[in-house]
DNA sequence: TTTTTTACTTTGAATAATCAAAATTACCTG
DNA sequence: CAGGTAATTTTGATTATTCAAAGTAAAAAA
């Protein structure tokens, strides 16, 4: 079985890869940073993934992973992802510190355990914010969701996930009801104070910079 | 933090000091093999653990916990237990196999969730084979139990705790009614034959060799 | 008491993961 | 294209943990 560490690389690249649009290499530099670790760390690490046959490597350029590699990296963010969602469902705890116990205990649960708090919890698709769970057999399909930064004004707008797992950040939405799920318009964008306000049903509306706009995805409410 | 290496010393050297009755050194054939660890690793790591101050280090003669240590230990087994229970009530896991999930995740398990866990299971004392579960300030008292082996004949006792972890035994002892509440007898001692049998309520009678009679403690159904 | 056995410790070496700092390469900029 | 900058790789070392095998001490047997 892989080691902690390995797992945690490989994470990191497959998230990076997801990020990045799912083409194109990861540069050294930010899988270094992602893992938190030195760049000479990294590319020692990355050398022997590379031999193991979990990612392909060009010096210079970038990492991007194997087939083998994507199914533990999978295998990985469903633990992770599934633990979140228990942890908020069945231990009620607090949405906003979920992702960093989930970061230790990914790598621990058991697949009897797992299959247990999946069945418990109805085999689920997504997690407290809105990620996709990836099922034992890939597909991880891709949504037609875009971040606040760029959707359509005016429009009634339902929240499918939050691409932040900054606590601060997290208990900000929930105070201003941006959780999956939540139904919303946006009112208005101000593309010279790099800013767009939106109204969430039932709440007072809010304004965003940019940045965390693009971290709230979207979709056109059906 | 220490490291899950360094708790699972700690952890072996508290089973294998309570197991010999809280008196006496800890000899490093028993920690080495408790651990898994090969007598010379073992010599290593209790130096270093005693430079640490979370052990005695008599050479030739053993090591026994300092008061640091044992606490370090005492949580260590308090999570173990938890979790052995939780999987067992909450997750309807087998009696027999929680134990070897929760060694894993006896090492990962947060304050936090750990808390959540021992609300949810409303404070518990023991765990699912009846072990009891330290709190946080460690009494840890010693009760009055003995094994079926020596425990006296014709009369009521109750089961309070197995004292195994081989799923193997715990299904035996589950098939025959072995579980900690269950009332039974003791009906016949073969010393020569080197067992005993008991008659559990409502159940067929079974009979057990004395090492494995040692290992199912009972105390004077009161 | 001498010998033998058993338990333990020491020694030398390996693996996984890491870092700091020096060396290299690729990319821009003028 | 020359020069400089930024990203990356190399190198040399360190820490934690482990093992196998050789050495040593203490306990048991003779």
């Avoid at 998230?15 to 930010?30: A, I, N």
């Avoid at 009620?92 to 247990?116: F, N």
């Avoid at 940045?211 to 979709?219: D, T």
């Amino acid at each position: 079985m892989p080691s902690v560490t390995v797992e945690n690389y490989l994470k990191q690249i497959c998230l990076e890869q997801t990020r990045r649009g799912g083409d194109g290499l990861v540069p050294m530099g930010r899988l270094a940073e992602a893992v938190g670790v030195t760049p000479g760390t990294a590319t020692t690490m990355v050398k022997s993934l590379a031999e193991a046959d979990l990612l392909h490597y060009a010096p210079r350029a970038g990492v991007e992973l194997t087939p083998a590699g994507r199914r533990l990296a999978h295998r990985v963010l469903r633990r992770h992802r599934l633990v979140e969602l228990f942890l908020v469902e069945v231990l009620h705890m607090d949405w906003a510190e979920v992702h960093e116990e989930a970061e230790e205990l990914e790598h621990t649960i058991s697949d009897k355990v797992l299959d247990r708090i999946d069945e418990l919890l109805g085999h689920p698709t997504a997690d407290p914010h809105g990620s996709p769970i990836p099922r034992a057999d890939q597909p991880l399909v891709h949504d037609d969701s875009r971040g606040l930064d760029t959707a359509a004004e005016h429009q009634p707008l339902t929240v499918v996930r939050i691409v932040d797992h900054d606590p601060e950040f997290l208990r900000f939405a929930e105070a201003h009801g941006l959780m999956p799920g939540t139904t919303l318009r946006i009112t208005e964008r101000l593309p010279h104070a790099d800013a767009v306000t939106v109204e969430p049903d039932g709440q007072t509306p809010v304004t965003l910079g940019t940045a965390a706009a693009a971290r709230v995805l979207v979709k056109s409410a059906s």
